[in-house]
């Protein structure tokens, strides 16, 4: 399987239709992405209504007068993440989105996607991990920042025990926004691999960093999938858009990340066939001795 990128929107279209079926136009068309991810919440759910009602914790990133209202601004429905299935349909990309409690994982299970991400945040919600293992036949991606050993341990053991391991896709992350380089820790690929490879079906990393530099370090390392944030404008309002990349940084990752996998093999024959020229030109010969005056 070769390298897959997912264009992550999330909450980036500013709870805006147009908006969000433009990023999934540009992110097939343009940039060439494989798979465009949104984000479903449950808000009543997810959320006390002590934090329902709270004020943003940043008000100019807000889009309502409470988190909550802020939360609801920016919700689609199930037929609205019906449409925009439709719509990746459409431009030749894979539809997915990120689950955050059960209710959402149970109706965007009825929508049968490829693949359904569980964030960092929601990883020991083990109530809607057992929904996904139960109620979807998918594959099951599962971001592991701000976790523990221990805890990765216990999520890993969790879909074995229900048979859904080998359609687990573990993510080395990093839970901020934006990361600096040092916290990148690109060496957790590498350990994910060690401790889990066998088990899983693949070691995945999702960056909030920025540039691509640390992407293309990342699929040297094994990573399959790497999925960023994505958006058409990085000075819009909300939190995710200093984080994310747009249309340009998007098109260059993929195509250096396919240009690098492309790269990493091992030469085929000792000579290839277009060093068979240059060897022939340029490869110094022990020349043979004149022969000695009689």
């Not at 980036?12 to 068309?29: F, L, Q, S, T, Y």
């Not at 943003?56 to 920016?74: A, C, D, Q, V, W």
């Not at 960056?207 to 790497?226: M, N, P, S």
Request: hydrophobic share 35%.
């Amino acid at each position: 399987m070769g390298v897959k990128i997912i264009a992550e929107v999330g909450c980036n279209h500013k709870g805006d239709m147009e908006i969000a079926k433009e990023h999934i136009r540009v992110a097939a068309v343009y940039a060439k992405a494989d798979v465009v991810k949104f984000q479903k919440r449950n808000n009543r759910e997810l959320l006390t209504e002590e934090q329902y009602n709270a004020p943003h914790p940043n008000p100019r990133n807000s889009y309502g007068e409470t988190y909550g209202e802020h939360r609801e601004f920016l919700e689609f429905s199930l037929e609205q993440h019906r449409e925009l299935m439709a719509e990746c349909e459409k431009n030749g990309i894979e539809y997915s989105t990120s689950v955050w409690d059960t209710s959402s994982a149970r109706d965007m299970a009825t929508l049968k996607p490829k693949l359904l991400k569980v964030p960092s945040a929601c990883n020991l919600h083990f109530d809607m991990l057992e929904v996904l293992a139960k109620d979807y036949d998918g594959e099951i991606h599962l971001s592991l920042g701000m976790t523990t050993h221990e805890e990765e341990e216990k999520i890993v053991s969790f879909f074995e025990e229900h048979g859904r391991a080998k359609d687990l896709v573990i993510y080395s992350c990093t839970s901020g926004y934006p990361v600096e380089f040092q916290d990148i820790c690109l060496g957790e690929i590498t350990r994910l691999k060690n401790a889990f490879e066998g088990r899983v079906k693949a070691i995945a990393f999702s960056g909030h960093h920025l540039g691509i530099a640390a992407d293309v370090a990342a699929l040297t390392l094994g990573a399959t999938w790497v999925e960023r944030h994505f958006t058409l404008d990085r000075t819009w309002k909300g939190t995710d858009h200093a984080a994310s990349l747009e249309p340009d940084g998007l098109r260059r990752l993929c195509r250096d990340l396919r240009n690098v996998e492309k790269a990493l093999g091992c030469k085929g024959e000792e000579i290839l066939p277009v060093e068979k020229v240059q060897r022939e030109k340029l490869k110094w010969r022990p020349r043979p001795k004149p022969a000695a005056a009689a």
